[in-house]
């Protein structure tokens, strides 16, 4: 099995509503992401049914138990565009923290990473364009990446106290956030309705 990247936006439980992963999807689709089939136990329904189920299942706290079927989990998908044709999406509850949750995107890893700090220029620029549309998104609280087996996502509360967010190779943090963090190893450009990307000055793209 491949090691995957991922992207991965931070939602907090009190801000949730009747509508979320409809508002979700909307955006979505205008980050230019297009649905391709659900997942596994999923394989056969809408994206409509798929965010339908997400959203009960959301509303009612869930979190799979160690001995449940996974078939009663949150269901996944799996969306493309022309760069990345399989991208699949899942929704964690209660992670990275209790009461949050988070939608990850997860593209093989080999698609955007060559080695140590050193990344796909194309890729990483397409990533970043799809990570802003999504952080247009009213609730989103960060939108960090990670490679495989390299570091975890930080909360917004640790980014509050302090930390620096996951950036392999960026992030967005609101601009609040921004003028709390020590920023001296990163460049910032800043985009609209308020939020930072965040670039390691490590990163190499090529």
């Not at 997942?39 to 994206?47: F, M, R």
């Not at 140590?116 to 549309?133: F, M, N, P, Q």
């Not at 990446?145 to 967010?165: H, N, R």
Request: overall charge negative; hydrophobic content about 35%.
């Amino acid at each position: 099995m491949p090691a995957y990247f991922s992207i991965i936006m931070e939602f907090s439980r009190y801000e949730l509503d009747y509508d979320n992963m409809k508002e979700l999807t909307a955006y979505i689709r205008h980050a230019g992401l297009e649905f391709r089939k659900g997942a596994y136990s999923a394989a056969n329904d809408s994206l409509e049914e798929i965010m339908e189920w997400n959203q009960k299942k959301l509303e009612a706290d869930f979190v799979l138990g160690d001995s449940e079927s996974s078939e009663n989990d949150y269901k996944q998908m799996i969306f493309g565009c022309d760069e990345f044709p399989e991208i699949r999406c899942f929704i964690s509850n209660n992670y990275p923290a209790d009461n949050e949750y988070s939608f990850t995107l997860l593209i093989p890893q080999e698609d955007v990473h060559i080695e140590d700090h050193t990344y796909k220029k194309e890729a990483v620029e397409k990533l970043k364009s799809i990570a802003g549309k999504l952080w247009i998104l009213p609730k989103a609280r960060t939108v960090q990446t990670e490679l495989e087996l390299c570091g975890e996502m930080v909360t917004e509360q640790e980014i509050k106290d302090g930390a620096l967010p996951s950036a392999c190779p960026f992030a967005i943090v609101s601009e609040k956030q921004f003028g709390r963090m020590d920023t001296a190893k990163f460049t910032a450009e800043h985009i609209e309705y308020g939020g930072v990307i965040l670039t390691p000055q490590w990163v190499k793209l090529v």
